[in-house]
């Protein structure tokens, strides 16, 4: 394979499934004007759940979106396995914006591999290895994540609606915080500035750590979901894309979350 022996032996330490659970997770989702948030990078699920320890260096963007469309660069007071802080001042949805590089690795034996692609849903890759089943399978791979934060009781509500320009993106079509609440969520979700159609997106409870549904998206890229009661959530989508046999992996991954309470 084109990838050393020594990134088998990582990737088999860590497993797929930590690198599917990637997201954002605010003190609060709801704050007051002029408030602080620590804003924790999570990763895992059940006892591995835990800060990611990414470098710094491997931030390509961590922002807030204001309500006004600006963006504030949040990369000086990040730190391996730290909380950041965030300061939000104006009233209204604010969107905390995490994306790395895709310079993190994963190999598997084929039969994991294969059973991983299923679980996700990732149709260019099981087409892509039709003939070579079995096989071990590699990807480079990236996280992209948001997080909506309301700031006190009302204020414009367009940042949750609106697509923050990441490389895959979950973009709700009604803020979870609007008033009065809606009876559904529905999404669309964006890869490479197009819609995705045949992506899996899954809703999860944060606070009971579980899978609560999950749709695969249409052909306009759009899922929708009932939606969810008092609580902190999140929202999840991958994708992958066949590299040249040149490459030094099989594909190309992106992890994608969008997080919100209510």
Do not use: C
């Not at 915080?177 to 979700?189: E, H, I, S």
């Amino acid at each position: 394979m084109r990838v050393a022996a020594a990134a088998l032996a990582l990737a088999l330490a860590g497993g797929a499934a930590a690198a599917h659970d990637v997201w954002l997770q605010p003190q609060a989702f709801r704050v007051a004007r002029g408030a602080e948030v620590p804003v924790a990078v999570l990763v895992g699920h059940g006892a591995d759940k835990q800060r990611s320890a990414i470098p710094p260096r491997r931030v390509a963007r961590l922002g807030v979106v204001g309500p006004d469309g600006a963006e504030r660069d949040l990369r000086a007071g990040f730190a391996a396995g730290q909380d950041a802080p965030v300061r939000l001042a104006e009233p209204g949805v604010h969107v905390v914006v995490l994306a790395t590089d895709n310079g993190a690795r994963n190999l598997l034996p084929g039969d994991r591999f294969e059973a991983y692609l299923r679980e996700e849903g990732l149709t260019p890759a099981i087409t892509a290895r039709e003939g070579r089943r079995g096989a071990p399978g590699s990807e480079a791979y990236g996280r992209r994540a948001k997080a909506l934060v309301q700031v006190g009781a009302r204020g414009p509500q367009g940042a949750a609606t609106t697509a923050v320009g990441l490389t895959l993106e979950i973009v709700p079509e009604v803020s979870p915080y609007a008033t009065p609440a809606p009876a559904a969520l529905p999404v669309r979700v964006v890869y490479q500035g197009r819609p995705l159609a045949g992506a899996t997106v899954k809703l999860a409870d944060l606070t009971a750590d579980a899978v609560v549904a999950s749709q695969v998206t249409d052909a306009e890229g759009r899922a929708r979901f009932a939606m969810p009661g008092a609580g902190a959530w999140r929202l999840a989508v991958v994708w992958t894309r066949p590299l040249p046999q040149a490459a030094e992996t099989d594909f190309e991954t992106v992890f994608s979350s969008l997080t919100f309470g209510r």
